[in-house]
Nanobody, 121 residues
Framework: VQLVESGGASVQDGGSLRLSCAASGVINNYAMVWFRQAPGKEREGVAHIGRYGEATYTDAVKGRFTIARDNAKNTVYLQMNSLKPEDTAVYYC??????????????????WGQGTQVTVS
């Protein structure tokens, strides 16, 4: 499956953005996740959504970000509210067909998008 992210932009501190991850194939049976990578830092997991819609978040974004999936559109979303400068990063969507637990380990995911830039200032 191919993944294409969109929705990245430059926003002010406290603003909101919604990222989209469009898949080329059916994603019903895929675990989906958003990672991000800030300049000079490791890529880190942000939000994960399982096949049945169960969501898991890293502590830094809990209460501010919401991950959702629309299987009919083969798309996963990341709604980001109350954005902070430390949220500035390239955001990546990833997927895996065989993962059955929430994971923020990069190696657990087989397919990756190219990323979309989010800048908060």
């Amino acid at each position: 499956v191919q993944l294409v992210e969109s929705g990245g932009a430059s926003v002010q501190d406290g603003g909101s953005l919604r990222l989209s991850c469009a898949a080329s194939g059916v994603i019903n049976n895929y675990a989906m996740v958003w990672f991000r990578q800030a300049p000079g830092k490791e890529r880190e997991g942000v939000a994960h959504i399982g096949r049945y819609g169960e969501a898991t978040y890293t502590d830094a974004v809990k209460g501010r970000f919401t991950i959702a999936r629309d299987n009919a559109k083969n798309t996963v979303y990341l709604q980001m509210n109350s954005l902070k400068p430390e949220d500035t990063a390239v955001y990546y969507c990833a997927a895996d067909r065989w993962l059955w637990r929430a994971s923020f380990v990069k190696a657990d995911y087989s397919w990756w998008g190219q990323g979309t830039q989010v800048t908060v200032s």
